[in-house]
């Protein structure tokens, strides 16, 4: 990018600039100063390369040199590792050219022995230093040649009372030990040994180097991108630096992406040097790292790596000390860039080999599958069957720990093998399940690919659950047109199809109000069957025309006799929203839970959401506001709003602002509905569910005109769709609300009326009391107290307990303060409340608590742990669907049982009215 700016005031390089550097250079004065008072040490300098571990050791020895000091500074370099003594020669030559003439001669002789030459070197500059204090200072000290390391070894033990300071600078992770330069850095010695690690620059030093060159303005965007850039190297900064000042371009936001572009060229050409410096060994065991990434052993790499010219080790030791491999008991390519570097000069035939023979050789030693499974990553098809099994089972731990995306590799990875037929569909399946909060659109199209492209050798149970899952994201009529084409495909082949036809119908259900209708259409499904899929669709279809509610609950309980991750989810979430339209809503509960346990285990986010959701509904019925938000920010954890397709997308919003408006919230929930929307939001089903919240809301911001229209259209959807149940929503006792506010009181009496009928016609308690409630509002004198002592009459028994609260409060309020009428209980009152008796005149008769009246006295929690126990469960079971512990689950009973007076779940069971236990396939 050959862009100026002309405004850019960069200065001239300055002199050398230690950054953040502060407290190491104190250190290294200290010891200098230890030095002048004739006190001999130790120093080891350790940091990555670039650093600034050499610019430390110019700044000591120029500070000894201003006190007067001898100080000598010697270079160690891969190209001289071989040169015998080498270190040794640079300082002589340096002591002698300082006028020191002892030092002026060669001081060896070729092959002479370094047992006997060492104590003749230690001798000449321990006399020196007893005359001269002598600072010697070793940068990159890994690279010293090995007689000179014998040399600085012994010296370290000839220090006592000689005033000579040892200072070396080298590599994080090099070993010390008898190999080091000056010997251990923790093990005992004559003298103290510092040690003084130099980290990489944090942004405040960065931004110390960038205004020491530049004269203007510091942007701290550009500050923490060169900070993350550079990875915190002084060198790596100052070159990017270099390059801005050439340009004339200014630290500014803007030109983050030339300060990128510099420093990965940077980076790029330090690699290559060090690759360059490499022998052939320690190249092949880069490589073999590079491909293995970290999944073997370092002892089963060795054997991977070839020519063998040198020791392991000695390679190892070589790429550490290169900075390219990090050290330690596993060590690997410090950066993605080194390994994809040091793999270019590899064609691709070598790498694939030796990602096999990586992979034979990971299996035969019986690695971690996790280690096994990375290396599989990189290698090309074995075509083993235990390849495919492996990968399955590491990427459903991977989806657990709640990595999607290591979890998508692996299962990617997996189909590349030769699987077929309904291996295949599995794997397609659990793959999508994986993807769908990251890219939703590929998750739908692998469903798809499952509905379109599986021949009869795949089991109608493979199509069903990937038209399930499809289905669930919201995208009714891609599910229809791929279970439509599935359906015609298997017909003719006598398999039963009943319950991919009953997904069908559902998605062909929601589609109904779209411009373009459905082509064919699936029958009803049967309002009598044993098979779970199309029951609990049946529940939801009688239930949402509000038919039959004795069977709706006989077919959503079928529809939870079998349970476990790989039976479909979607069913089971339709009968638990039958159950509950039915008031059955603690039955409701305990279906939920099981869906969200089976959800998570196999990592369906879709439905886990959604079985949240309603399960947050039917604590907001049950007044339980608290946990009603918790399930409802759990569901939009669990997938994030922009993963859903835009069908479902109102049925989330609609949720948050009906939990505003119970939470009396009001302005919350218009902020809510005021958002932006997806394109398509309003095709589906859900958009009704919008439009009643939407006419809610303008009904309190007194918008009774564009509360009609929102809930005019509201029914028209529902309706369209033969979905006339009241349970579901109220629509005509709001739309009489709306009629009422703008003056139409014949409109209002006639529509609050049809739905008190509707309500009754269906007969759960909450839904014909609601009726009640909202039919009192509309009405006037004795007709409206006595719509509200309906109301009262029907909710005190139900499980709408706010709702009860409200119409308590409304009734005293209508008929006065009466002796003997009690308070209106609060929607979380722990006590059963009393009918208010004292609005007929009558007294209040002592009588037994109904089981509705029970549950009040229980917390959410401990209603839910009844109801399991009632229902049969084990403590261990009802542990593990709620996620608590045992101990938990014992002393909630405890609790419930003191609440209650019972002392068996034989007891609790007969007060609860327990419901029927599903059973596990097999039992």
Same mark, same amino acid.
């Given at each position: 990018?050959?862009?100026?700016?002309?405004?850019? $005031?960069?200065?001239?390089?300055?002199?050398?600039?230690?950054?953040? $550097?502060?407290?190491?250079?104190?250190?290294?004065?200290?010891?200098?100063?230890?030095?002048?008072?004739?006190?001999?040490?130790?120093?080891?300098?350790?940091?990555?390369?670039?650093?600034?571990?050499?610019?430390?050791?110019?700044?000591?020895?120029?500070?000894?040199?201003?006190?007067?000091?001898?100080?000598?500074?010697?270079?160690?370099?891969?190209?001289?590792?071989?040169?015998?003594?080498?270190?040794?020669?640079?300082?002589?030559?340096?002591?002698?050219?300082?006028?020191?003439?002892?030092?002026?001669?060669?001081?060896?002789?070729?092959?002479?022995?370094?047992?006997a030459l060492i104590p003749v070197l230690c001798g000449k500059f321990v006399a020196l230093?007893?005359?001269?204090?002598?600072?010697?200072?070793?940068?990159?000290?890994?690279?010293?040649?090995?007689?000179?390391?014998?040399?600085?070894?012994?010296?370290?033990?000839? #220090?006592?009372?000689?005033?000579?300071?040892?200072?070396?600078?080298?590599?994080?992770?090099?070993?010390?030990?008898?190999?080091?330069?000056?010997?251990?850095?923790?093990?005992?010695?004559?003298?103290?040994? /510092?040690?003084?690690?130099?980290?990489?620059?944090?942004?405040?030093?960065?931004?110390?180097?960038?205004?020491?060159?530049?004269?203007g303005p510091v942007d701290g965007a550009f500050v923490t991108a060169a900070t993350e850039?550079?990875?915190?190297?002084?060198?790596?900064?100052?070159?990017?630096?270099?390059?801005?000042?050439?340009?004339?371009?200014?630290?500014?936001?803007?030109?983050?992406?030339?300060?990128?572009?510099?420093?990965?060229?940077?980076?790029?050409?330090?690699?290559?040097?060090?690759?360059?410096?490499?022998?052939?060994?320690?190249?092949?065991?880069?490589?073999? *790292?590079?491909?293995?990434?970290?999944?073997?052993?370092?002892?089963?790499?060795?054997?991977?790596?070839?020519?063998?010219?040198?020791?392991?080790?000695?390679?190892?030791?070589?790429?550490?000390?290169?900075?390219?491999?990090?050290?330690?008991?596993?060590?690997?390519?410090?950066?993605?860039?080194?390994?994809?570097?040091?793999?270019?000069?590899?064609?691709?035939?070598?790498?694939?080999?030796?990602?096999?023979?990586? @992979?034979?050789?990971?299996?035969?030693?019986?690695?971690?599958?996790?280690?096994?499974?990375?290396?599989?990553?990189?290698?090309?098809?074995?075509?083993?069957?235990?390849?495919?099994?492996?990968?399955?089972?590491?990427?459903?731990?991977?989806?657990?720990?709640?990595?999607?995306?290591?979890?998508?590799?692996?299962?990617?990875?997996?189909?590349?093998?030769?699987?077929?037929?309904?291996?295949?569909?599995?794997?397609?399946?659990?793959?999508? *399940?994986?993807?769908?909060?990251?890219?939703?659109? =590929?998750?739908?199209?692998?469903?798809?690919?499952?509905?379109?492209? /599986?021949? +009869?050798?795949?089991?109608?149970?493979?199509?069903?659950?990937?038209?399930?899952?499809?289905?669930?994201?919201?995208?009714?009529?891609?599910?229809?047109?791929?279970?439509?084409?599935?359906?015609?495909?298997?017909?003719?082949?006598?398999?039963?199809?009943?319950?991919?036809?009953?997904?069908?119908?559902?998605?062909?259900?929601?589609?109904?109000?779209?411009?373009?209708?459905?082509? /064919?259409?699936?029958?009803?499904?049967?309002?009598?069957?044993?098979?779970?899929?199309?029951?609990?669709?049946?529940?939801?279809?009688?239930?949402?025309?509000?038919?039959?509610?004795?069977? @709706?609950?006989?077919?959503?309980?079928?529809?939870?006799?079998?349970?476990?991750?790989?039976? +479909?989810?979607?069913?089971?979430?339709?009968?638990?929203?039958?159950?509950?339209?039915?008031?059955?809503?603690?039955?409701? @509960?305990?279906?939920?839970?099981?869906?969200?346990?089976?959800?998570?285990?196999?990592?369906?986010?879709?439905?886990?959401?959604?079985?949240?959701?309603?399960?947050?509904?039917?604590?907001?019925?049950?007044?339980?506001?608290?946990?009603a938000v918790g399930d409802f920010e759990a569901a939009r954890a669990e997938l994030p709003?922009?993963?859903?397709?835009?069908?479902?997308?109102?049925?989330?919003?609609? *949720?948050?602002?009906?939990?505003?408006?119970?939470?009396?919230?009001?302005?919350?929930?218009?902020?809510? #509905?005021?958002?932006?929307?997806?394109?398509?939001?309003?095709?589906?089903?859900?958009?009704?569910?919008?439009?009643?919240?939407?006419?809610?809301?303008?009904?309190?911001?007194?918008?009774?005109?564009?509360?009609?229209?929102?809930?005019?259209?509201?029914?028209?959807?529902?309706?369209?769709?033969?979905?006339?149940?009241?349970?579901?929503?109220?629509?005509?006792?709001?739309?009489?609300?709306?009629?009422?506010?703008?003056?139409?009181?014949?409109?209002? $009496?006639?529509?609050?009326?049809?739905?008190?009928?509707?309500?009754?016609?269906?007969?759960?308690?909450?839904?014909?009391?609601?009726?009640?409630?909202?039919?009192?509002?509309?009405?006037?004198?004795?007709?409206?107290?006595?719509?509200?002592?309906?109301?009262?009459?029907?909710?005190?028994?139900?499980?709408?307990?706010?709702?009860?609260?409200?119409?308590?409060?409304? #009734?005293?309020?209508?008929?006065?303060?009466?002796?003997?009428?009690?308070?209106?209980?609060?929607?979380? =009152?722990?006590?059963?409340?009393?009918?208010?008796?004292?609005?007929?005149?009558?007294?209040?008769?002592?009588?037994?608590?109904?089981?509705?009246?029970?549950?009040?006295?229980?917390?959410?929690?401990?209603?839910?742990?009844?109801?399991?126990?009632?229902?049969?469960?084990?403590?261990?079971?009802?542990?593990?669907?709620?996620?608590?512990?045992?101990?938990?689950?014992?002393?909630?009973?405890?609790?419930?049982?003191?609440?209650?007076?019972?002392?068996?779940?034989?007891?609790?069971? /007969?007060?609860?009215?327990?419901?029927?236990?599903?059973?596990?396939?097999?039992?």
């Amino acid at each position: 990018m050959s862009v100026t700016e002309p405004g850019a $005031r960069w200065r001239d390089a300055a002199p050398e600039f230690l950054a953040e $550097r502060e407290g190491q250079i104190r250190r290294l004065g200290r010891q200098v100063t230890e030095l002048q008072f004739g006190r001999p040490g130790m120093v080891t300098v350790l940091g990555e390369p670039g650093t600034g571990r050499s610019a430390l050791l110019r700044a000591a020895v120029a500070r000894a040199r201003e006190a007067g000091l001898l100080a000598v500074l010697a270079r160690c370099s891969p190209a001289e590792a071989d040169l015998r003594y080498g270190v040794v020669s640079q300082i002589t030559s340096v002591l002698a050219g300082a006028g020191h003439l002892a030092f002026a001669r060669r001081l060896w002789v070729e092959d002479q022995p370094a047992a006997a030459l060492i104590p003749v070197l230690c001798g000449k500059f321990v006399a020196l230093a007893r005359d001269h204090p002598l600072l010697i200072a070793l940068d990159d000290a890994q690279w010293a040649d090995e007689e000179s390391k014998a040399w600085l070894a012994a010296m370290t033990h000839r #220090l006592r009372g000689v005033p000579i300071l040892l200072v070396q600078a080298r590599a994080l992770g090099e070993g010390e030990g008898a190999g080091g330069a000056i010997g251990s850095v923790t093990g005992p010695g004559p003298v103290p040994h /510092s040690v003084i690690q130099v980290p990489p620059l944090r942004e405040r030093g960065v931004r110390q180097v960038i205004v020491s060159r530049y004269a203007g303005p510091v942007d701290g965007a550009f500050v923490t991108a060169a900070t993350e850039a550079t990875g915190g190297s002084p060198a790596a900064l100052l070159a990017v630096l270099d390059h801005f000042a050439h340009a004339s371009l200014p630290p500014a936001g803007r030109y983050v992406p030339v300060l990128l572009e510099r420093a990965a060229e940077v980076s790029g050409d330090r690699v290559a040097g060090s690759l360059s410096r490499l022998p052939a060994d320690a190249l092949a065991l880069l490589r073999v *790292m590079a491909v293995c990434e970290n999944g073997l052993g370092f002892d089963l790499l060795t054997s991977l790596a070839s020519p063998r010219t040198m020791f392991p080790e000695q390679a190892l030791s070589v790429l550490v000390r290169l900075g390219l491999v990090t050290g330690g008991e596993d060590p690997r390519p410090v950066s993605p860039l080194i390994a994809d570097m040091a793999l270019a000069g590899m064609d691709v035939g070598e790498r694939q080999a030796l990602a096999t023979r990586s @992979v034979e050789l990971g299996y035969r030693a019986a690695i971690p599958e996790d280690r096994l499974a990375r290396l599989l990553l990189n290698a090309p098809p074995v075509g083993a069957e235990w390849v495919v099994n492996l990968l399955r089972r590491v990427a459903r731990r991977r989806r657990l720990d709640g990595d999607h995306e290591g979890a998508a590799a692996l299962l990617g990875r997996a189909l590349r093998e030769p699987a077929a037929g309904e291996q295949r569909q599995r794997l397609l399946i659990e793959l999508a *399940m994986t993807e769908v909060g990251r890219s939703p659109a =590929t998750s739908d199209r692998r469903l798809q690919q499952v509905l379109l492209g /599986s021949g +009869p050798e795949v089991p109608v149970a493979a199509l069903v659950r990937a038209a399930d899952l499809l289905n669930s994201r919201g995208d009714a009529p891609a599910t229809y047109r791929a279970v439509a084409t599935a359906y015609a495909r298997r017909e003719e082949g006598g398999a039963d199809l009943g319950a991919l036809a009953a997904i069908g119908w559902l998605a062909e259900n929601d589609c109904t109000t779209d411009p373009v209708l459905p082509v /064919s259409s699936f029958p009803d499904p049967p309002d009598r069957s044993e098979d779970p899929v199309r029951a609990g669709i049946a529940a939801w279809m009688l239930a949402a025309r509000g038919e039959r509610m004795s069977r @709706v609950r006989e077919l959503a309980r079928t529809a939870f006799q079998v349970k476990g991750e790989e039976q +479909p989810f979607g069913p089971r979430i339709y009968a638990a929203r039958a159950l509950f339209f039915a008031d059955e809503v603690a039955e409701a @509960v305990i279906g939920l839970d099981e869906v969200l346990a089976d959800a998570r285990r196999c990592g369906a986010r879709a439905p886990a959401a959604l079985a949240l959701i309603q399960r947050g509904r039917c604590e907001m019925r049950r007044g339980n506001l608290g946990q009603a938000v918790g399930d409802f920010e759990a569901a939009r954890a669990e997938l994030p709003l922009t993963s859903w397709h835009p069908r479902a997308v109102p049925y989330f919003v609609a *949720m948050e602002a009906c939990l505003h408006l119970a939470d009396q919230s009001v302005e919350e929930a218009e902020q809510v #509905l005021a958002q932006e929307l997806p394109s398509g939001a309003d095709q589906g089903a859900a958009w009704a569910m919008l439009l009643y919240a939407r006419a809610k809301v303008r009904l309190e911001l007194a918008d009774p005109e564009t509360a009609l229209r929102d809930i005019n259209e509201c029914g028209r959807l529902l309706l369209a769709r033969g979905w006339t149940n009241p349970a579901m929503l109220s629509w005509r006792s709001v739309a009489a609300a709306a009629h009422h506010a703008c003056g139409n009181t014949e409109a209002a $009496r006639r529509l609050a009326m049809e739905a008190v009928e509707r309500a009754r016609e269906w007969g759960a308690p909450s839904t014909l009391g609601l009726a009640h409630l909202y039919a009192s509002r509309v009405l006037s004198g004795t007709e409206a107290v006595s719509e509200l002592e309906r109301a009262v009459r029907v909710l005190r028994d139900s499980v709408s307990r706010g709702c009860y609260a409200r119409a308590s409060a409304e #009734l005293i309020a209508a008929s006065g303060e009466r002796p003997g009428v009690p308070s209106p209980p609060g929607e979380t =009152t722990g006590r059963i409340p009393v009918p208010p008796g004292g609005l007929t005149g009558k007294a209040v008769e002592e009588r037994s608590p109904t089981p509705n009246e029970t549950r009040h006295l229980l917390t959410a929690q401990e209603e839910r742990i009844a109801g399991l126990a009632a229902a049969g469960r084990s403590n261990a079971y009802i542990a593990g669907i709620l996620s608590v512990s045992v101990r938990t689950v014992e002393l909630r009973l405890t609790g419930v049982y003191r609440k209650l007076a019972v002392t068996s779940r034989n007891e609790l069971a /007969s007060l609860l009215a327990p419901i029927p236990a599903p059973r596990n396939v097999g039992d």
